[in-house]
């Protein structure tokens, strides 16, 4: 298995796609049916939240549990 990019990952979160290279499936498809519900703003708000996880590092590795490069 090969380890992701973290860089790769945070320009993936500004369009709300992450979730799918990191491998969270369902995670994704929570966000959104939450987009859904709130007319996007959920997404947004989100995204946001994703972006500042990965920057920080508290979002580390992926869903495998492989370490971001």
Known sequence: MSSKS???AICL???????LYL?????FF???LVGLFTIGFGI???????IINLVTGKTNCDASGIPLV
């Open 6 to 8: 973290k860089s790769v």
């Open 13 to 19: 979160a500004i369009f709300g796609l992450n979730d």
């Open 23 to 27: 491998g969270n499936v369902k995670r």
């Open 30 to 32: 929570l966000k959104m």
């Open 44 to 50: 947004v708000v989100w995204q946001i939240i994703d």
